[in-house]
């Protein structure tokens, strides 16, 4: 069965530290990994995406993830958070076409000055 | 190039009601899914369509139905709608099923309440 973890619901950082966000997936073909963010009442936008070759992918916004087949994990990370990655965070695994997305619960990052 | 836009942005409905949420898909793409994320959860799929086919169904309802047109633009409709129904209403959409078009593009989502 398919299935994204995300175990920490919520993350509380200060401006200018590190981030990383974690996320294990459970997929029974070869899985294509997504990162989305999501501001309060806002849809979902795509910060990285991986398919296939290097496992580390660069996104938008600074981002990075690196993906583990041996430990199916996709963690994403940041160097030096900003105020403005204060969101939600969602990992995604799907197939080819992104058609049918499985998400996991989200991750709240707080961003303290 | 525009984005996917959906309506209405928030919606209130009564039990037992029924409800149309609409949505555009970005220039260029075919395939349309829709997803209801409740509140402080991830987004799950209901359905997706391509080519004014529906293409595939997540664990909901028959009370959940779609439709694609010509266009590519996509209705979701919930009949009989209960507290539950209650959530965020995201479209997403994108180029098809080959790898380089997998991104999937979502629309700010409509709110819905039901009272």
């Known amino acids: 069965a398919q299935s994204v973890t995300q175990p920490d619901i919520h993350i509380t950082v200060s401006e200018g530290a590190s981030l990383e966000l974690r996320c294990n997936y459970s997929?029974?073909?070869?899985?294509?990994l997504f990162w989305y963010v999501q501001s309060p009442g806002q849809g979902l936008q795509l910060l990285l995406k991986?398919?296939?070759?290097?496992?580390l992918v660069q996104g938008i916004k600074g981002f990075e993830a690196e993906f583990k087949r041996s430990q199916s994990s996709f963690n994403l990370r940041k160097p030096s958070v900003h105020w403005s990655d204060a969101a939600e965070y969602f990992c995604?695994?799907?197939?080819?076409?992104?058609?049918?997305?499985?998400f996991g619960t989200g991750t709240r990052l707080t961003v303290i000055p | 190039e525009t984005g996917v836009t959906q309506s209405p942005t928030h919606l209130i409905k009564t039990r037992g009601q029924q409800v149309t949420l609409r949505c555009s898909s970005q220039?260029?793409?075919?395939?349309v899914s829709w997803y209801q994320q409740a509140l402080g959860q991830g987004p799950q799929f209901i359905f997706q369509y391509y080519r004014e086919e529906e293409n595939g169904r997540g664990n909901f309802p028959p009370r959940f139905s779609g439709l694609q047109f010509p266009n590519y633009s996509s209705e979701l409709n919930v009949n009989a709608l209960e507290l539950d129904d209650s959530a965020l209403y995201l479209c997403?959409?994108?180029?098809?099923?080959?790898?380089?078009?997998?991104?999937?593009?979502f629309g700010q989502g409509t709110r819905l309440t039901v009272v």
């Open positions: 991986y398919f296939s070759g290097d496992t």
């Open positions: 220039s260029g793409h075919n395939t």
């Open positions: 995604a695994v799907g197939a080819a076409g992104a058609n049918n997305l499985f």
């Open positions: 997929y029974g073909a070869t899985p294509y």
């Open positions: 997403a959409s994108s180029g098809g099923f080959s790898k380089r078009n997998t991104e999937a593009f």
